[in-house]
Every structure is written in C-alpha cells, then in structure tokens.
C-alpha cells in the first residue's frame, strides 16, 4: 500500500516563499503530499496550497512590491509593532477563508498559548484565524485571540512540525527547516571612506538631511559591519532560539527527509523578494531528491 506523504513546513518569516518552490520541485517530480502541517509562514503557504489557491499566492508573491508590504503593516502599540489586521484581512480576502472541513487537502498548523506555553494544534475552525495565530510573531505581530486563549507564533515550541504531521497519519514526513543556514550568514555592510560617504552626503543631501541622517546612523563594528538595528536585534534573536528549539524538537521527532533550503541572505521582512526564496525551495529539493526517493521506495 502507498505510505501517506506528509509535508511539515517551518516557521522563517519572508524566507517562507521558498514554501512554494519546495512544493512545486516536488511535484515536478510527481510527490503530492497527502496532508501539510505549518507553522507561522509555513501554515500561511500550507493553508493557500491546502485550498487549491498555490498558483495565485505565486503570481502574488513574484509580483510583490516593498511598497505593497509596507501597505500591509498597520501600526500597533500593544501586543506587538504590527497588528495585523490588513495583512489578514488580505489573506482572507484572496486566498483561504472557510473551515479546515472544507480544504482540499487536510491541513493543520502549530500555536502557542502565551498563558501556559502549550503547544496548540490548531485542525477545526476557521483556517484563516488559525493561520494568523500561527504566525503572531512575538514582539511583531499582536497575539490572537482564540478559544479565550491568548496564541502566538508555533515557532516558539515547534518551528518544524514534523510530530503533528505524523499526528495527522503520515508514514513518511518531508520537513522544510527554513532556519538552519541563518545564524553566521549574514548580509555583510561594508564601510565606506568618511571623505567618500562626506562628498557623498553634500551632492545629494541638504545640510539639515545629512545632520539627521548623522543622528540616527548606526555604529560600525572594527571590521566594517554595522551594528544591527532594534528589529535586527529581535528578529536574529527570535531566529536563535527558533534554530535551537527546531535543533531539539528534529532530534528527538526526526522527519524521513529534511530539506534546508540556504536563505541565510533574507532578512525578517524581505517579503518583496519572493522569487529568491521560491528558487532556493526548487533547488533544496532537486539536492535530496535521492533521500526522497530512497524515502518513498523503502
């Protein structure tokens, strides 16, 4: 009898869109999952796969714009620095917007209650509430409101799926750990010579502009490197901890297959540059295709 192929895709922010390359190389190869589980940006692009709506979030995501994720973020001032109310008002609007019942393809996605630290297994209910809860990255997002339960971003107990996945009835778990490559890779920012970024400074920038610019420059390190910003800071540190936790939670729930596509390059909200993401997807499969084989024949 044919195994039942289960898809687990982790949390990782904008690096999320190579989701979709990981679920297009796969078919390619004749691999269509039998159930997805997600989790933060993973159960976002599970959800609209889940739904039939895979071809419409890709047109979306190659056609996004930075201006267009700006558009998207609505100021908070409690909970989180983003509501997120456009964002998945959008979401429902476009893509999934019914009950798990409903979906083409079963699905499920991963929470956190902010009261007890519980992992929360979100199968029954609006898809669309469930995916936002999912993804209420701590300090970004606000947290959700579900079941009188206070939930935020999976990412925090399970960043990878892999145990709701074989929870689900999954003999073979295909996990996507979109975090492995991060910590070490980051995007190098080379100084330039003072004389240069001063003569720089006084051909485009009025005197008042370049005093404000001056106020709010960040230091360099000795080796050129700037020194992140506040939300550099929180997303790196959010990425540490989800590497640490995905390190754990793998070790001891092993996926039969796990793809890392290097994404180390993206940042948190490099959301405009999906079609980066969705090529490294594709590519990460076509390097384990021979473990996926090896996987499915066994």
Known sequence: MKPTLGLALGSGSARGWAH?????ALADAGYVPDVVAGCSIGAFVGAAYADG????????VNGLAWKEVLSLIDVSFSGGL?????LFQFFQRHFVDKDFSSLATPFACVATD??????????????????????ALPGVFAPVVCDDRLLIDGGLVNPVPVSLCRAMGADIVIAVDLGSDRIGGRAQHKAVPA????????E???GWATSLRNIFRRP??????????MAGVLSTSIHIMQMRIARSRLAGEPADVLLAPSLSHLALMDYHRGSEAIE?????VVRMLPSIEYALSA
Do not use: C, F, M
């Not at 709506?53 to 979306?60: P, S, V």
């Not at 983003?82 to 456009?86: A, F, H, S, V």
């Not at 519980?118 to 999912?134: C, D, Y």
């Not at 004389?195 to 006084?202: K, V, Y």
């Open 114 to 135: 902010l009261a007890t630290g519980r992992e929360i297994w979100l199968r029954e209910g609006s898809v669309a509430n469930a995916v936002r809860a999912s993804s």
């Open 195 to 202: 004389a240069q970024a001063g003569s720089i400074a006084d």
């Open 53 to 60: 709506d895979l071809d419409q979030l890709e047109q979306w």
């Open 204 to 206: 485009q920038e009025p």
């Open 82 to 86: 983003i509501k997120g109310e456009k």
């Open 280 to 284: 490294e997807g594709r590519a990460a």
């Open 20 to 24: 979709i390359g990981v679920i297009r």
């Open 220 to 229: 360099r390190l000795s080796n050129g490197d700037l020194v992140p910003s």
